[in-house]
C-alpha cells in the first residue's frame, strides 16, 4: 500500500516544534542589540539582556534545526534560548568572542602550527560528541569553529547538521564541502567522515589562509573537488618559508583528506594523532587571542585616528582637500583590512601585481569613500561606534543597567563575572570594526554568490525530491498492480474450486434422486396394475357364470357366494404364485438394471472426469494467459516509470548544467566587471601619481636651478675680480648667456624627463592592465571548458548509468519471464500427470466394481459385457 505522507518538517503546528520557539519579543526582553558579524542567512548580534544581562550571539535564521540541536557539551556552543518573532527565528546561543576564520584574517598571516594542534584538538573532541550521538555536522570549516574568553574551542553553525547518519541531502559550503556529499544525491549516501575531509580542509585554511581552489568559483570548486586529486598541504611551510610543516602535520593532513571516506581517520583516530598529542605549551590558545586583542585594538585605535584626521582636514580645507585627503586614507586602509568574512563564499579576485602597488598605489587597495565617511558619522555620533570593539562597553552601559547588574549578583555570579570581564575589557569581538562595516556593505551591495549556491542547493534538493517521489510512486503502482493481479488470481483459483465442488455435488444428488424416484415409481406401477386387473377379471367371471344358470335370486346369491369363498381361494394360491414368479422375474429385472446402472454410471462418472479434466485444463490455459497478460502489463509499466524517470534525469541535469553555465558567466562576467572597475581605479589614480611625480622633478629642477645660480654667483664673482673692469660688462653678458642656455638645457633634460616618465609609466599601465585582462580571461575561459568538459563527462556517464539500468531492467524481465514460463510448463506437466494418475485410477476402480458386482450375483461374464469394459477402458 502507499506510503503515510507524514507532516511537513519543522511546521509550527506540530507541539514538538512549536515548544521549541517562545512568543516573546525578543527586542523587548533584551537591548543593546549591536551588530557583529554578518553571513549569507544571518546576522550576528551582541546583546545584552534587560532581565538576566546575558551577552550572547544571535542568529536571525529561518531553520528550526538549529533548536533542535541542543546539545549540552563543552566544545559545543551552548544553546539559550529560541523566539520566533513574524518570519524571523532569533536562536540565542553563549557568547564567543570571534572565530578561527577572524585570527586569520586579522594576523594576515598563517597559524602556527602549535596554534592549529591546539584548536583542532578541542574542535575534535566536539566533533567525537556529535559522532557519537550519529549526527553529522557537514559545515566544519575555520569560521564555525568559535573561541571564547576563556581559551574554549566550540563548535558552531548545527543548522546544517544531519539528525541521521548516513545522509544523503546536499548541504554545505562549497569549498569545504567532500567529494561524497557532492555526489551523493546522485551516488549514494555519506556518514560522519564527510566532516574529517572538511575537518583537513580546515587545516588547510589555517596554515595557508585559504582553502584549496579558494580563487575558483565555487561551482567549479564542487566540480574539481568531486573530479581531481586530494588537496594537500603546501611544502614551503609558513608564508616566510623560515619554518616548515612538521611531518605529523602533512600526515595528519593527508590521512584526512583520502578521496575513499573508508581510508580516512576517525575522529578518535584524529585525537589520537600524533600531530595532536604530542605536547605543547598549556596557555597556547589564550596566548594567540590575547594577541590578536591587542592587534585588534591597534587597528581600531588607527582608524579612528584617521578619521578625526579626515575630519578635522574637511573642516579646514573643504571638500576638494577633504576628497584627496579620503582617497589617501582608503588606499591605506585596504592594507589593512581584508574583505572576506568567515562565512563568505565569494572567492577572492587574484592579487594585484606587487609592482603595480609600489609604483601606482604606494598605501594599497581602495575602498569607497562615502563608506568612510558613513563608518565616521556610525562612529561620532552613534554612541562611541554601535559596532566598534574598543569604544562600545562605556556608552552602552547607562546607570540603570549598573543597578539592574547589582541587583542580581546574588543569583548569577558566574555569569555577571564572565559580563563584568567583558565589558571591563571593553572588548566584544576579534573582528575589526572596519571589518564589519565592510562585510556589511558588500553584502547589501552584491549577493549574488549567496543567491547562486542557494539556488543551486534548492535546485539539487528539488530535482532528488522529485526523483524520490516519482520512484515511490512507480513503487506504489507497482504494488498496487501486483496485489490487484493477485487478488484476481486467487479470485480465479477459488471460483474454479468452487465450479468444481459445487458441480460434484449436483451431479451425486441428481443420480440418487433419479435412482430414487425410478424405483418407487417402478413398484408403484407394479402394484397397482396387478390390482386392477385381478379385480376386473374376478368380477366378470363370477357375474358370466351365474347368469347362464338361471338361478333364483336366493339361489344366485347362495351360489355367488359359494363362488366368491372358491375364487377367494382361487385368488390367494394364484396370488401366491404370481407373487412367487413376479419376485422372481423382478430379482432378475433388478440385477440386470443394476448391471446396466452400473455401466451407465460408470460411463458417466467417466465422462464426468473427462469433461472436468477439460475443464480444468480451460482453466489452466486462462490462468496462463492471464499471467501472460499481467507479465505484459507489468513489463508495460516497469518501462514506462523508467523511461519517465530516464526523461526526469536527463531534465534534472540539463537544467543543472544550464543553471552551472549561467553562474559561471555571471561569475566570469563579476570577475570581468571587477578587474574594469580596478583598471578604471587604477588609470582615475594614475594623474594624481603622475603629477606628484611630476611636482617631485619640478622640484628637482627648481633646485637645480637654485644651485646653479648659487654657483654662477660665485663664480661670477670669481671672474669679474681677474678681468679688468672694461671688460667685465661684456663678460658678464657672456656669462649671463651661458647661464641661460645651461638652465634652457636643463628644463629640456627635465621636460624630457617628466615626457619619458608619462610615456613610460602609461605604457607599462597599460601593459600590466592589459596582462591582467588576458591573464583573467584564460583563468576564466579555462574554468568554463573545465566546466564544460565535466558536464559532458557527466552526462556521458549519466547515459552510461542509463544504459546498464535499462540493460537491469530487461534482465529482470526476462527472468521474471522465463521463470513465469517454467512454473506454467511446470503446470501443465504436473497436470497432464495428474489426469492420467486420475483416468487409470478410475479405469482399475471401475472394473473392480463390476467383476465384484457380477461375483457377489453370480453373473457370468458376457462378451457383450467384456466388448463393454473394453470400451469403457479404451474411452
Not at 693 to 700: A, L, S, V
Amino acid at each position: 500500500m502507499p506510503a503515510i505522507v507524514s507532516s511537513k518538517p519543522g511546521s509550527l503546528k506540530d507541539p514538538e516544534v512549536a515548544e521549541l520557539f517562545s512568543t516573546r519579543d525578543p527586542e523587548a526582553r533584551y537591548s543593546d542589540l549591536r551588530e557583529i558579524g554578518h553571513g549569507s542567512f544571518w546576522s550576528c548580534i551582541l546583546r545584552g539582556g534587560q532581565g538576566d544581562e546575558r551577552n550572547c550571539c544571535d542568529q536571525k535564521n529561518g531553520v528550526f534545526r538549529e533548536a533542535s540541536h541542543r546539545e549540552m557539551h563543552r566544545q559545543i556552543v551552548e544553546y539559550k534560548a529560541c523566539f520566533l518573532k513574524e518570519h524571523t527565528c532569533w536562536l540565542v546561543m553563549e557568547y564567543c568572542i570571534g572565530s578561527a576564520s577572524d585570527i586569520v584574517e586579522v594576523h594576515k598571516k598563517p597559524l602556527m602550527e602549535c596554534e592549529i594542534a591546539a584548536i583542532c584538538e578541542q574542535a575534535l573532541q566536539g566533533l567525537l560528541y556529535l559522532h557519537s550521538l550519529r549526527r553529522i555536522h557537514r559545515d566544519i570549516k575555520a569560521g564555525n569553529i568559535l573561541l571564547t574568553d576563556s581559551g574554549t574551542i566550540k563548535l558552531a553553525d548545527l543548522g546544517s547538521a544531519s539528525l541521521m547518519c548516513p545522509a544523503q541531502s546536499f548541504v554545505g559550503t562549497p569549498y569545504w564541502m567532500a567529494p561524497e556529499v557532492i555526489l551523493a544525491m546522485d551516488e549514494g549516501q555519506y556518514d560522519e567522515r564527510a566532516d574529517i575531509w572538511s575537518f583537513g580542509i580546515t587545516c588547510i585554511e589555517l596554515a595557508e589562509r585559504r582553502p584549496p581552489l579558494f580563487n575558483m568559483n565555487a561551482m567549479s570548486a564542487l566540480y574539481h573537488i568531486a573530479q581531481n586529486d586530494p588537496p594537500c598541504l603546501s611544502t614551503g611551510g609558513l608564508s616566510n618559508g623560515s619554518i616548515p610543516w612538521s611531518e605529523n602535520f602533512y600526515s595528519f593532513v593527508d590521512q584526512c583528506l583520502r578521496k575513499d571516506p573508508q581510508q580516512r581517520l576517525s575522529t578518535n583516530a584524529c585525537l589520537n594523532h600524533s600531530f595532536i598529542t604530542e605536547p605543547r605549551a598549556p596557555g597556547t590558545v589564550m596566548e594567540l587571542i590575547y594577541r590578536t586583542k591587542t592587534f585588534v585594538r591597534e587597528l581600531d585605535h588607527f582608524q579612528y585616528r584617521k578619521m578625526r584626521k579626515l575630519m578635522y582636514l574637511d573642516e579646514q580645507q573643504g571638500s576638494a582637500a577633504s576628497e584627496e585627503a579620503y582617497n589617501d586614507m582608503i588606499t591605506e586602509d585596504l592594507s589593512i583590512v581584508d574583505p572576506r568574512s568567515s562565512g563568505a563564499l565569494i572567492p577572492e579576485f587574484t592579487e594585484r601585481r606587487s609592482e603595480s602597488e609600489s609604483t601606482l598605489d604606494t598605501s594599497g587597495n581602495d575602498l569607497l569613500i562615502q563608506a568612510v565617511k558613513e563608518s565616521y558619522c556610525h562612529i561620532n555620533w552613534g554612541g562611541e561606534e554601535s559596532g566598534s570593539s574598543t569604544y562600545d562597553a562605556e556608552a552602552s552601559s547607562p546607570p540603570s543597567r549598573n543597578e539592574s547588574i547589582s541587583g542580581l549578583q546574588s543569583l548569577d555570579q558566574n555569569m555577571q563575572a564572565r559580563i563584568n570581564t567583558i565589558r571591563q575589557s571593553k572588548f566584544s569581538t576579534l573582528r575589526t570594526t572596519k571589518l564589519i562595516s565592510r562585510e556589511v556593505e558588500e553584502y547589501k551591495r552584491e549577493n549574488n554568490m549567496y543567491e547562486q549556491m542557494i539556488g543551486y542547493k534548492r535546485l539539487r534538493q528539488q530535482y532528488h525530491k522529485e526523483l524520490k517521489q516519482l520512484e515511490e510512486k512507480c513503487k506504489a503502482e507497482e504494488e498496487i498492480l501486483r496485489i490487484r493481479q493477485e487478488r484476481e488470481y486467487e479470485q480465479l483459483l477459488q471460483n474454479t474450486q468452487k465450479e468444481q465442488t459445487k458441480r460434484e455435488n449436483d451431479e451425486a444428488l441428481r443420480k440418487f434422486r433419479k435412482s430414487r424416484i425410478g424405483t418407487q415409481d417402478h413398484q408403484h406401477k407394479c402394484f397397482t396394475s396387478i390390482q386392477k386387473k385381478e379385480y376386473k377379471f374376478n368380477k366378470e367371471r363370477i357375474k358370466a357364470e351365474l347368469k347362464e344358470r338361471g338361478l333364483t335370486r336366493s339361489q344366485f346369491e347362495s351360489a355367488v357366494k359359494t363362488a366368491k369363498q372358491e375364487l377367494l381361494a382361487t385368488k390367494t394360491q394364484a396370488e401366491k404364485k404370481f407373487a412367487a414368479e413376479q419376485s422372481a422375474s423382478l430379482d432378475a429385472e433388478l440385477k440386470n438394471a443394476k448391471h446396466q446402472q452400473l455401466i451407465q454410471h460408470s460411463t458417466l462418472e467417466k465422462q464426468l472426469v473427462t469433461n472436468e479434466l477439460n475443464i480444468r485444463a480451460r482453466q489452466i490455459d486462462v490462468l496462463h494467459a492471464l499471467l501472460r497478460k499481467y507479465q505484459e502489463v507489468t513489463k508495460q509499466m516497469e518501462m514506462t516509470h523508467f523511461k519517465e524517470i530516464e526523461s526526469m534525469k536527463k531534465r534534472h541535469l540539463d537544467s543543472q548544467h544550464e543553471s552551472e553555465i549561467n553562474n559561471q558567466q555571471d561569475y566570469n562576467k563579476r570577475a570581468m566587471e571587477d578587474l574594469r572597475k580596478q583598471h578604471a581605479l587604477q588609470s582615475k589614480q594614475q594623474p594624481r601619481e603622475l603629477r606628484n611625480k611630476e611636482t617631485q622633478i619640478r622640484k628637482q629642477f627648481r633646485q637645480a636651478v637654485k644651485i646653479q645660480t648659487r654657483q654662477f654667483k660665485a663664480y661670477q664673482t670669481q671672474m669679474v675680480n681677474t678681468v679688468p673692469r672694461e671688460e667685465q660688462k661684456e663678460l658678464l653678458n657672456r656669462l649671463k648667456d651661458e647661464q641661460n642656455r645651461k638652465i634652457a638645457a636643463l628644463a629640456d633634460q627635465y621636460e624630457n624627463t617628466i615626457e619619458r616618465m608619462v610615456t613610460d609609466q602609461t605604457v607599462k599601465l597599460e601593459s600590466w592592465q592589459e596582462e591582467d585582462l588576458r591573464t583573467l580571461s584564460e583563468k576564466l575561459n579555462k574554468e568554463l571548458s573545465l566546466l564544460s568538459d565535466f558536464q559532458e563527462r557527466q552526462k556521458a556517464t549519466l547515459n552510461t548509468s542509463i544504459d546498464r539500468e535499462r540493460v537491469q531492467l530487461q534482465d529482470r524481465i526476462n527472468l521474471r519471464l522465463a521463470i513465469l514460463e517454467q512454473k506454467m510448463n511446470e503446470d501443465t506437466v504436473r497436470f497432464e500427470q495428474d489426469r492420467e494418475k486420475q483416468l487409470r485410477q478410475l479405469n482399475d476402480r471401475q472394473s473392480a466394481e463390476i467383476h465384484r458386482f457380477k461375483a457377489e450375483n453370480g453373473l457370468k461374464t458376457a462378451e457383450d459385457d467384456d466388448d463393454i469394459i473394453e470400451g469403457l477402458i479404451s474411452l
